[in-house]
């Protein structure tokens, strides 16, 4: 059980007299099982923790508090969160398509249904039992992300290799009557959840709005690395088309705002994007909806205002295949307010992934090294090429090698707003 290490003195724990290396072993008879335990109950009026001294002495403290009072005690590391692997085999598992001699940690597949409710990561619920139902209805862990693909049983089964997978929707049917609300996603594979079977998915998905708040359908990704594995075909340009007729014409009789394509759907299909309202509240940016529409409008509000510099810079900006023609759009709105610099961006292919995999977020700095020639004195590159929270890329290089291997400034772009400033920050650096 997690021991506390610190007391706030302005907080409920000090009035009830907790001292540090007390232990909280639960809260109302609910044994303690990680931070969303604490999470909860720090935001509850009124509840009971149970707790052991550092003498050994079990005590129920009852708390009655207001909702924005803190119970206020920090705890060593024991109670945090360790993921939960997955137990499916799924067809298009992008880490079962990794190329070999990476770190260790990339290999690692979760399937944690608590990691969905704190980070947005999509899961499977094959991991979710009567235990873990009722957890997540207790602490009303909502919204969840869900992976679906697919409706049919039988086909789901085939798809994820875990009978568990055929009981989704009579899960999903039970949070959606506890209130839990849900965004959902589906990884579209060429003949096996598309067509008839798509439509069967969204249909029923539909059942259960507004509980199931959205659904995202992304095109599968696939790899160089697929030997052994089972053969899949690309998303191809008349693909997309089909899928993005038949997701629009769907959403559109469902009133809109439900069923969206992925921005990668209309960079195959060679379609224009929908327009920046047509994405509401960008519920699935994370899975690539809206990402290019807002990054468009983070660029246009960032240059409001902005003024006209005449100082000289020539900055490169580092980009996958599919992104090149919209950043290039993007920067011809740029450059009115930098007539002096010279913009150029470099479009890097995948090798080390595979050709076929064209996203910037999966582009390492082993390609950009080999690609990337005579480079000027300032560098963007956007935050997703690396792991979150480092300064490293998937292939363990880190910026800081790669400015020195390029003989460039790296400065990091997580959006639009970070397109203009970089610029900015380059030519304020010239003299």
Not at 316 to 341: H, I, M, N, R, W
């Amino acid at each position: 059980m997690p021991k506390i290490v610190k007391v706030d003195e302005n907080g409920v724990a000090a009035e009830l007299g907790f001292e540090t290396g007390d232990e909280i072993i639960g809260f109302d008879g609910h044994p303690y099982e990680d931070v969303l335990d604490y999470i909860f109950y720090d935001e509850a009026e009124k509840f009971t923790i149970n707790a052991r001294t550092k003498d050994g002495e079990l005590v129920d403290c009852e708390v009655e508090k207001l909702p924005e009072e803190h119970i206020g005690v920090e705890f060593d590391d024991e109670g945090q969160l360790v993921p939960i692997h997955c137990r499916n085999k799924c067809v298009f598992c992008f880490v079962d398509q990794l190329p070999k001699g990476m770190r260790d940690t990339l290999y690692v597949k979760d399937d944690d249904y608590r990691l969905s409710f704190v980070s947005g990561n999509y899961v499977t619920l094959t991991n979710v039992f009567d235990k873990e139902m009722e957890r997540i209805l207790r602490l009303h862990l909502s919204p969840l992300y869900i992976s679906v693909h697919c409706f049919d049983k039988k086909r789901k089964v085939e798809m994820i290799a875990n009978p568990e997978g055929a009981k989704l929707f009579e899960k999903m049917n039970v949070l959606a009557a506890h209130g839990i609300f849900m965004h959902t996603q589906i990884v579209l594979c060429k003949g096996i959840n598309d067509g008839e079977i798509l439509a069967e998915t969204l249909t029923e998905l539909s059942k259960l709005r507004p509980q199931v708040a959205s659904v995202a359908i992304v095109p599968v990704g696939l790899t160089g690395h697929r030997k052994g594995l089972k053969e899949l075909s690309q998303i191809d340009r008349e693909t997309a088309r089909e899928v993005i007729a038949q997701v629009e014409k769907f959403d559109k009789e469902q009133g809109g705002g439900f069923a969206y394509c992925s921005d990668e759907f209309y960079l195959k299909a060679e379609l224009p994007l929908p327009s920046f309202e047509r994405y509401g509240d960008f519920s699935q940016i994370e899975n690539g909806v809206g990402l290019i529409r807002a990054f468009e409008k983070e660029v246009e509000e960032s240059l409001k205002g902005l003024k006209v510099t005449d100082k000289k810079a020539e900055i490169a900006f580092v980009t996958g295949q599919s992104f090149k023609g919209e950043l290039k759009k993007c920067l011809d709105k740029v450059q009115p307010y930098f007539p002096s610099c010279t913009f150029r961006v470099v479009d890097i292919v995948n090798n080390f992934f595979g050709t076929s995999i064209t996203v910037a977020g999966l582009v390492t700095a082993t390609d950009i090294i080999a690609q990337a020639k005579n480079m000027p004195a300032y560098t963007v590159i956007p935050s997703t090429m690396l792991r979150e929270f480092t300064h490293t890329f998937l292939d363990g290089i880190s910026v800081e090698e790669l400015e020195k291997r390029l003989n460039t400034k790296i400065l990091i772009s997580a959006g639009g707003a970070d397109l203009v400033r970089a610029a900015k920050e380059a030519t304020d650096q010239c003299r």
